[in-house]
């Protein structure tokens, strides 16, 4: 009998698991990739920004990875709703977990739950319309935002702030999105770190990026990036810290939004009554290679807040968790005999999209020596059975192809580009032509 293996989450780690898999195993392998949603892909659909199309065409590999002979797409199935992690061990010769990291860290400061503060995630989802995010989630009606962080998903987060709607439109962001920003009232962004432009997390490419905004002028304080020699600085290090200082030397030049790049500075406060009001944050400095307050504070008038200072992963029903690194511990992958991990998961959020492959590759090569070690006694059950006892009617590949050409049909339709993403659970099921069956 062929190897059966199945691994919950259809993001890149998940992907690059079944090709892993598919490329190291000896003998034949059966890979069923399970996903509560009706779509695949996970952070290439939803967390990469819609205006990065070159990354977005990732999702050209792993498409071609889940059309790969032994290799099944089952959506709409869920880990501790439709079935239980002793279900898929019955079921599997091995179980890998690959459900990534996706919420945000939280500051910790007085008012962080106020209206008007969210997670830079849910930001995030929402412009790349996932259907967790409800389609009026957010209006944009403050002059003055925030954005917590000096990342690569802040970056992306101010950026779609400063573009026009027009600017978007040919991408696939979801027609209430650009309905939206057409409709935003921003004037005014905070990009705000509690460290220096050497201690930034984003990328040279990102940062620069900015500086091509046509809507926006991005501004850059000249005592807060510094002047310190950066010859000894890694090149990334150093063509951040050097972009930064180029626009701290020029003057605005009155264009209709304003990007506005601080550092040393951190949130103690988000202040408001019903909503945010603004945000107080404190001037730091480094010593002894620890960030400290001085007790300088300055607040801005902001109405919205969105902080981007790190995402975690969260419990798996029936999984080990580790609370204090919000990973599942393993040794190379192996949770326990027959129960692996890969992606954030399993290391944190870290590295980039194509890290994934090389530490599913890891996982996989440890789930294939144990098993080959310990073959077992095989699986005593079929996935299906579970599943239609249970009436649950999981989306196939087909159908999940079928809500792709809706969303290209809708792009033509819209004179938009490639493709616009279908907003809502219900929309997503109806072009599949499932209905509500795959949600029960």
């Keep these: 009998m062929p190897l059966r293996v199945a691994i919950v989450g259809s993001g890149p780690a998940g992907i690059y698991t079944a090709e892993a898999l598919g490329k190291q195993a000896g003998e034949p392998v059966e890979v069923d990739v399970l996903e509560r949603l009706p779509t695949p892909y996970g952070l290439v659909r939803y967390g990469v920004a819609p205006d990065h199309t070159s990354i977005k065409s990732i999702a050209g590999y792993l498409r071609r990875v889940l059309e790969a002979p032994g290799i099944r797409f089952l959506g709409g199935v869920e880990l501790g709703r439709h079935v239980t992690v002793d279900d898929l061990r019955a079921c599997y010769d091995a179980?890998?977990?690959?459900?990534?990291?996706?919420?945000?860290?939280?500051?910790g400061i007085p008012g962080e739950d106020l209206p008007g503060s969210v997670a830079a995630t849910d930001?995030?989802?929402?412009?790349?319309?996932?259907?967790?995010?409800?389609?009026?989630?957010?209006?944009?009606?403050?002059?003055?935002?925030?954005?917590?962080g000096v990342g690569n998903v802040a970056v992306d987060v101010v950026r779609v702030l400063a573009k026009t709607a027009e600017e978007l439109s040919a991408t696939d962001v979801p027609e209430n999105v650009l309905a939206a920003l057409a409709e935003s009232q921003v004037k005014a962004i905070h990009m705000i770190g509690r460290r220096g432009p050497e201690h930034a997390k984003f990328t040279l490419k990102e940062l620069r990026e900015l500086g091509e905004l046509g809507n926006a002028d991005v501004c850059v304080r000249s005592e807060e990036a510094g002047d310190s020699d950066v010859s000894g600085l890694s090149r990334q290090i150093k063509g951040n810290v050097e972009v930064l200082r180029g626009w701290?030397?020029?003057?605005?030049?009155?264009?209709?939004?304003?990007?506005?790049?601080?550092?040393?500075?951190?949130?103690?406060?988000?202040?408001?009554?019903?909503?945010?009001?603004?945000?107080?944050?404190?001037?730091?400095?480094?010593?002894?290679?620890?960030?400290?307050?001085?007790g300088v504070f300055e607040t801005i008038p902001v109405g919205m807040v969105l902080r981007s200072v790190g995402y975690r992963s969260?419990?798996?029903?029936?999984?080990?968790?580790?609370?204090?690194?919000?990973?599942?511990?393993?040794?190379?992958?192996?949770?326990s005999h027959g129960q692996y991990v890969a992606g954030w998961l399993k290391r944190g959020p870290t590295g980039v999209i194509g890290t994934n492959k090389s530490d599913a590759a890891e996982t996989?090569?440890?789930?294939?020596?144990?098993?080959?070690?310990?073959?077992?006694?095989?699986?005593?059950?079929?996935?299906?059975?579970?599943?239609t006892e249970r009436g649950v009617r999981p989306i196939t590949y087909d159908e999940w192809l079928r809500i792709e050409g809706a969303e290209a049909e809708l792009a033509r339709t819209l004179g938009r580009g490639e493709r616009v993403k279908l907003v809502g659970l219900a929309a997503m099921l109806a072009a599949a032509g499932v209905g509500e069956r795959a949600s029960s």
């Design 248 to 294: 701290a030397a020029r003057p605005p030049i009155g264009r209709p939004r304003r990007l506005d790049v601080r550092f040393w500075l951190r949130p103690v406060e988000i202040l408001g009554a019903e909503r945010v009001e603004g945000i107080r944050l404190e001037r730091t400095a480094l010593s002894e290679g620890r960030v400290v307050g001085t």
């Design 364 to 387: 996989v090569r440890t789930l294939l020596a144990d098993l080959a070690a310990e073959p077992g006694a095989g699986p005593a059950r079929t996935l299906d059975d579970v599943l």
């Design 314 to 335: 969260v419990p798996l029903p029936g999984v080990p968790f580790d609370e204090s690194t919000s990973t599942v511990p393993n040794a190379e992958g192996r949770i």
């Design 123 to 148: 930001f995030v989802n929402w412009y790349c319309g996932h259907p967790d995010v409800p389609a009026d989630a957010f209006t944009l009606d403050s002059s003055e935002v925030a954005v917590i």
């Design 95 to 107: 179980v890998v977990y690959c459900t990534g990291a996706m919420v945000d860290r939280r500051m």
